[in-house]
């Protein structure tokens, strides 16, 4: 056997190898999309299906006939769009907030050098170790020694003073940027918040995206905390609102169905709308410790 046989059927070996590794993770990847879309597919189909055909068996993925008026009931079941409102109300603001608010505190963990940084910092991170279970009972007694109970109050003032999870989001993005920007700035006689404000939020803007994002979502779909600080119906937000309806009117299932795939539709479209800033945003994050 020559060297160029040799050479050759190496190669072949190895492109053989590359296509199975290829096919595997390709069909790995389609597995587990199949796993995901499938609740997303019966959620939907459920929603456009006649009350005979919820609980059939064997189960009807395809409905027929298409039941569109499904929808039109269910904002008029609930008072979805007085939820809808209730549901902005929290979640624009506590997203804004924390995004600005956030990305305030890291650049002073990231950017300014002062004494004890590195432990004030260790001690912010460490308390995401702390489930919000173990501050529940605490925090209610002082909102309610303030008398927020029953407003949003609760909800929204907090994020005025950031979130553990995104400052360390922040300043791992900050931290990754050269110092050398700073330094000129400051030699051009620029103040640290004209620094903050016109230098570093510009180049900052895939993790602000991604903080954005992920708080809009989490307050989008907070359901623990409207419980425990809202006590009007009309004050509810989409998610408490669906629960109670469901509790105290019964299972209209199909209509639930369809009023949980008008709260999800929004969510999937701002996620694939700000899908390259978003991923972005999280890879950048990791480049420097």
Do not use: H
């Not at 505190?105 to 910092?121: H, L």
């Not at 109050?153 to 907090?158: E, N, T």
């Not at 639930?256 to 969510?267: D, R």
């Amino acid at each position: 056997m020559t060297l160029n046989t040799l050479s050759s059927n190496r190669w072949r070996s190895k492109r053989r190898q590359e296509i199975v590794r290829v096919v595997l993770v390709t069909l790995l990847r389609v597995a587990l999309g199949f796993m995901v879309a499938v609740p997303f597919f019966w959620l939907v189909t459920t929603s456009l299906k006649p009350e005979n055909q919820l609980f059939r068996v064997p189960v009807v993925w395809i409905p027929q006939p298409i039941m569109w008026s499904n929808y039109v009931r269910a904002v008029q079941y609930i008072p979805f769009f007085t939820y809808l409102k209730n549901t902005l109300t929290i979640a624009v603001p506590a997203t804004v907030f924390t995004t600005v608010s956030s990305s305030f505190v890291a650049y002073g963990f990231s950017r300014i050098q002062w004494p004890g940084r590195d432990a004030v910092f260790m001690v912010l991170i460490s308390t995401m170790m702390l489930p919000y279970q173990v501050t529940m009972v605490p925090l209610f007694v002082v909102f309610k020694n303030l008398g927020w109970i029953d407003t949003y109050r609760p909800l929204v003032v907090p994020t005025l003073f950031g979130g553990a999870f995104y400052i360390f989001l922040i300043r791992q993005f900050l931290m990754s940027l050269p110092m050398d920007l700073q330094d000129a700035a400051r030699i051009d006689g620029c103040s640290e918040l004209r620094i903050y404000a016109q230098i570093m939020l510009p180049l900052t803007k895939p993790a602000l995206a991604t903080t954005a994002l992920l708080t809009f979502i989490g307050y989008w779909n907070e359901f623990l905390m409207p419980l425990i600080y809202i006590n009007t119906n009309d004050k509810f937000p989409l998610a408490l609102g669906l629960q109670q309806f469901q509790r105290q009117y019964g299972a209209e299932w199909a209509l639930l169905m369809a009023a949980s795939t008008l709260m999800t539709i929004p969510i999937i479209i701002l996620f694939f709308a700000t899908q390259k800033t978003f991923i972005r945003g999280i890879a950048l994050t990791g480049i420097k410790g």
